[in-house]
């Protein structure tokens, strides 16, 4: 079955330091992959998105990911959190495009 | 910046009641989208729908219906909610063929 899970329900970081929050993917062929932040009381928006090409694609506010296709992994990268990239993190994928589906999603918690 | 506004943002209702929420696009999307995120903050894609066709989770429970009038409304309607129907709906748009999905800031029901 087509999935996408992210193995990380939660993670705390202090501000300043670097960030990886994990994405691993099941699909037959490669999808397009995204990476949709959610704040509170707020819909979900886009960071970045994968369709093919260099597998660093960059994305808003200083982030990136990288694809992977050995490793079946699009994972999120940021040099340096700030406070205000608490939020919930989720990784997406889709092979039939609109038909996205979202991994369980990971908790951010920055602390100064 | 929204271009995805949904009414009511929060709605309190008792078992039984019929509820809709409103869905309004201004992208010019011709594909939109409703999403039910439970408490635990999973996403599960409920309808997409675009002029020709309405795909439908097949999970989703008879009593949820759609409604549309034109490509940028897509509303939801619950005939006679229950408990389980306590969720946040988040309403989506999209070209179709594209994977990137832009969201409404959602509506929260609690069916008491």
């Known amino acids: 079955a087509q999935s996408v899970t992210q193995p990380d329900a939660r993670v705390t970081v202090s501000e300043g330091a670097s960030l990886q929050l994990r994405c691993k993917y099941s699909y037959s062929g490669t999808p397009y992959l995204f990476w949709y932040v959610q704040y509170p009381r707020q819909g979900l928006q886009l960071l970045l998105k994968?369709?093919?090409?260099?597998?660093v694609v960059q994305g808003v506010n200083g982030f990136e990911a990288e694809f992977s296709k050995s490793n079946s992994s699009f994972h999120l990268r940021k040099a340096s959190v700030h406070w205000s990239d608490s939020a919930v993190y989720f990784c997406a994928g889709t092979q039939v495009v609109g038909q996205l589906t979202f991994g369980s999603g990971t908790r951010l918690q920055v602390y100064a | 910046e929204t271009a995805v506004f949904q009414t009511p943002n929060y709605h309190v209702t008792q078992v039984g009641n019929e509820v809709s929420f409103n869905c309004k696009q201004t992208?010019?999307?011709?594909?939109m989208y409703w999403y039910k995120q439970d408490s635990k903050k999973l996403l599960k894609i409920m309808f997409s729908?675009?002029?020709?066709?309405?795909?439908v989770n097949e999970t989703v429970p008879r009593r949820f219906s759609p409604q549309s009038s034109d490509k940028a409304h897509l509303n939801l309607r619950i005939k006679s909610v229950e408990p389980e129907d306590s969720a946040v709906y988040l309403c989506a748009s999209s070209y179709a063929g594209a994977g990137q999905l832009y969201f409404g800031e959602g509506s929260k029901l609690t069916v008491l």
């Open positions: 994968y369709y093919s090409g260099d597998p």
């Open positions: 992208l010019g999307h011709d594909t």
């Open positions: 729908y675009n002029n020709k066709q309405l795909i």
